[in-house]
């Protein structure tokens, strides 16, 4: 894996050594020991404490009161919300949207991307234009693709039923059918964020050095051989860390799913995923002590899922 | 080389490789004429279906109102197209307020943004004071909030503060992005301590170190994370969603969200205000094209 110092890049302004600051720490003297460093970290720390720290434990806070945005009375009530989170059937059915949304996304936002760099990486003409149309969808508001893709399903005059029925096959119910309404929200959202996960690995494979490929080629090694017995085990790393990044992104569904529906969480309730539950339980039942409970827990799954994660991918590093 | 790899991924696996951008990519790799015509027609099957739903959203957009609504669909429409969707949604609705509310609220956000986080990214750098690593460690540690999970109570918070419906009450929140300090300060690490040695014996003080050195040392970062800020800004909704309810002070994204409801079934004029909130970034990919495309990389690995 010398990779990295090989290839590392003369015209990025990243200094790469690390030599004199080393030798300094060894010699104890300390260029830097200004005093005011403070004031420097300042302003930060109390934007983050006012509007990260403060509200988390606010939160908690909140989240052992029956309280309610409507009126100003709360009662401590301990452990009620959570107790009564674990029996609430829609706490579970909405975690499991999430879920199933989490899975059946971060699939084709993996796989699709990495042929997508795999196929532009080979150096075909038009690097510009492949660059533009897989990535530019990222670029939009959440608002402008989900009114897009409104008018793509739409039932009537839409341009997928449109293309379906020229196709002699039966319209299909995007926004409608419960079996439908999950895949419609995967649909859009592997359009539209797939250019992020395609970018992470164009910069992948650019790292790879070309002397690996003409190595290989001298040994007479063949198109496909070189993908699988280079590019591929060369890029597991950054697979690891796209699907990570993906899994963490696709459990905070919810922008483009309330917006799809309106806000009525899909057909059936199919595209509900859980922070729309948080949503709908703080600020429509404007029950703010249960919605931060619930948050909670949210909040704690996230945590281990990073942790699962961060360890597996440490031990297949070693 | 195992170490500085899992501790940086940002700077191993993406600055080299973002840094030769220039030269485009590899091309030592041969094949076959067969193959080629297989890669092109894969690229393009993708760019057929990624393109597609763009192409007739500016198609509708430039439509009759009553010819996008065929059966069976039409493609370019007997009467010919008109500017008429995009003259009518400028004239009558809130866009332009939008738009304007969305680019002084994504200024701020990011010129703020960036300046506090290269501020403290500076200060864990280069300064020594008591209690830096516990406050680093606390700062690492929000990497981990989701700001998704804060909304009922900074809600509340921000209510009781008199800032709902203010352009402060959209702002603030949005202020802190501890992954940036993160990433910058590992920039900063990396930058040869000769340079500060050699102003500070001339007299330099902290401060301007800071700016005069550091920061001119470090703009292809700065750019990047400044890229990465913007487009998050410019495309927020949950937040600028619950803060506001005045359409006056409402951002495009979240503004569009009443379009759906406001235009009832008038496609052509959906589209048109669609499209119109996805152009500037849309325009600017096409101008900066390389360096958004580092930029993103470069702050995306490294943020997590």
Request: aromatic share 12%.
């Amino acid at each position: 894996m010398s990779t990295s110092s090989t290839v590392r890049d003369p015209g990025a302004t990243a200094p790469g050594s690390t030599g004199p600051q080393r030798a300094d720490r060894r010699t104890g003297r300390s260029l830097v020991g200004g005093r005011g460093g403070i004031w420097f970290v300042l302003p930060f720390m109390v934007v983050y404490a006012a509007f990260v720290l403060w509200p988390l434990l606010y939160g908690l806070g909140l989240s052992f009161f029956d309280t309610s945005l409507v009126s100003d009375e709360s009662q401590f009530v301990g452990l009620d919300n959570y107790a009564r989170l674990l029996g609430d059937s829609e706490v579970w059915r909405t975690l499991w949207v999430t879920v199933l949304f989490t899975a059946g996304s971060t699939i084709p936002l993996v796989a699709i991307a990495l042929v997508m760099a795999l196929l532009v990486q080979t150096g075909v003409r038009g690097q510009w234009f492949w660059r533009f149309v897989y990535f530019a969808p990222f670029l939009l508001p959440v608002a402008t693709v989900v009114l897009i893709w409104q008018w793509l399903f739409s039932g009537d005059f839409g341009l997928f039923n449109g293309v379906l029925t020229g196709l002699g096959l039966p319209e299909v119910g995007w926004l409608t059918e419960p079996e439908m309404g999950l895949w419609s929200v995967i649909i859009l959202t592997v359009w539209w964020t797939i250019g992020f996960n395609f970018l992470l690995y164009l910069a992948a494979l650019q790292g790879i050095p070309d002397q690996l490929y003409e190595a290989a080629e001298i040994d007479g090694a063949g198109g496909w051989r070189r993908l699988f017995s280079i590019t591929l085990p060369l890029l597991t790393r950054t697979t690891a860390l796209v699907v990570v990044l993906q899994v963490l992104a696709s459990l905070k569904l919810f922008d483009q799913a309330y917006i799809l529906y309106r806000g009525s969480g899909g057909p059936g309730g199919s595209a509900t995923p859980i922070l729309q539950y948080v949503y709908d339980t703080g600020f429509v039942d404007y029950r703010l002590g249960y919605a931060s409970a619930i948050s909670y827990v949210f909040f704690v799954l996230i945590i281990l899922i990073a942790l699962v994660q961060a360890r597996l991918s440490r031990r297949s590093e070693s | 080389m195992t170490t500085t790899e899992t501790a940086n991924p940002a700077t191993t696996t993406v600055l080299p490789g973002a840094g030769r951008e220039t030269a485009g990519p590899s091309t030592v790799q041969r094949y076959t004429p067969l193959a080629r015509a297989g890669m092109v027609t894969g690229l393009a099957v993708l760019a057929v279906l990624w393109l597609a739903p763009l192409v007739w959203a500016v198609l509708t957009s430039l439509k009759y109102e009553a010819d996008t609504t065929t059966v069976p669909l039409e493609v370019v429409p007997e009467r010919g197209f008109t500017l008429e969707a995009y003259t009518s949604v400028l004239a009558n609705g809130n866009l332009v307020t939008w738009f304007v509310n969305s680019t002084v609220v994504t200024l701020v956000v990011t010129v703020l943004t960036v300046a506090l986080c290269a501020a403290a990214a500076y200060g864990f750098s280069r300064t020594r004071f008591r209690g830096r690593r516990a406050l680093f460690a606390l700062t690492v540690a929000g990497i981990m909030v989701p700001p998704q999970i804060l909304i009922v109570p900074l809600y509340r918070q921000m209510v009781s503060w008199g800032l709902a419906d203010t352009y402060l009450g959209i702002i603030l929140p949005q202020l802190v992005v501890p992954a940036m300090v993160f990433i910058l300060k590992k920039f900063f690490d990396g930058i040869p301590h000769e340079l500060e040695e050699a102003a500070r014996i001339d007299g330099a003080g902290q401060l301007r170190i800071f700016l005069q050195i550091v920061l001119p040392l470090s703009r292809s970062i700065l750019a990047a994370v400044s890229i990465f800020v913007f487009i998050h800004a410019w495309n927020n909704f949950l937040w600028p969603f619950i803060i506001t309810s005045d359409p006056a002070l409402m951002t495009l994204p979240v503004g569009l969200v009443q379009v759906q409801s406001s235009f009832g079934v008038r496609y052509a004029q959906i589209m048109a205000s669609a499209i119109l909130a996805g152009l500037p970034l849309v325009v600017a990919f096409m101008l900066f094209q390389r360096q958004i495309v580092r930029g993103v990389a470069t702050t995306g690995l490294g943020g997590t």
